[in-house]
């Protein structure tokens, strides 16, 4: 999946749960080898915790087995913040 099907797919993932554009934004930006997807909720009435449960399905980071470090390259980040 591309990085901007990933980024429709957590918008569609959000409306399907009852949210709308005005309520939450969506965006994706590349660092390096990786993506981070920024979902702002502009909504004080929206509980921050039950989007991180519907958005963190969409995060994908790689580890390294012995030490837990995050390896370079390939990942996708997914960051709630809430600005209402």
Known sequence: MTSTEKAKAIRTALKEAGFNQKQ???KKQFGGY???FYVTIRDANIDKS???NIVNKFKSIDR???TG????G?????????VA
């Open 74 to 82: 390939g990942n996708d980040y997914v960051f709630v913040k809430k």
């Open 24 to 26: 939450i934004s969506v």
């Open 64 to 66: 390294d087995e012995i």
């Open 34 to 36: 990786s993506v981070a």
């Open 50 to 52: 039950s989007i991180e």
């Open 69 to 72: 470090e995050i390896l370079a």
